[in-house]
């Protein structure tokens, strides 16, 4: 059913345990994973696309990739991991999904906070709303 599974994340408890779901629903199907982090420039200055800012954002989705690729490759499942520079990212993450024939995304309800998330409306609001493809969305563990 399921051949590809996108899981993108930032980081956060609510990333990790989608790539948790993400991990069981692919070793269910003997899926392949794609764990993606999205740079969203345009929320930065133009001075920040080059130097310290950027290095520093790329390595918070190194890490962030990593903790999605390490469950999956213990459970000995199949792991593409990106870190893409792009605008919106639901946007980053729709294009993502097409251009590599994903057939689900799952991702995290929650992540950025604050004013933001209210006045733009969340990521996974829009990729849920967007997508051409089922799109799973986990809950963050409660304490």
């Known amino acids: 059913m399921?051949?590809?599974?996108?899981?993108?994340?930032?980081?956060?408890d609510s990333a990790a345990e989608a790539a948790r779901n993400a991990v069981e629903l692919a070793k269910r199907f003997d899926?392949?994973?794609?764990?993606?982090?999205?740079?969203?420039?345009?929320?930065?200055?133009?001075?920040?696309?080059?130097?310290?800012?950027?290095n520093d954002l790329e390595e918070r989705?190194?890490?962030?990739?990593?903790?999605?690729r390490e469950p999956a490759e213990d459970a000995d499942i199949d792991v593409v991991d990106d870190v893409v520079t792009g605008g919106?990212?639901?946007?980053?993450?729709?294009?993502y999904a097409d251009d590599n024939d994903i057939d689900c995304i799952v991702m995290?309800?929650?992540g950025r906070r604050g004013l933001d998330r209210y006045l733009l409306g969340s990521v996974t609001e829009?990729?849920?709303?967007?997508?051409?493809?089922?799109v799973l969305t986990v809950h963050e563990p409660e304490e």
């Open 61 to 68: 989705g190194k890490k962030a990739v990593a903790a999605v």
């Open 88 to 95: 919106h990212p639901h946007r980053v993450i729709l294009d």
């Open 126 to 134: 829009r990729v849920v709303r967007m997508a051409d493809v089922p």
């Open 2 to 12: 399921y051949d590809t599974i996108l899981v993108p994340t930032d980081g956060s």
């Open 108 to 110: 995290g309800t929650h």
């Open 31 to 54: 899926a392949t994973i794609y764990a993606v982090y999205v740079i969203d420039i345009g929320a930065m200055w133009p001075d920040a696309y080059e130097g310290s800012i950027l």
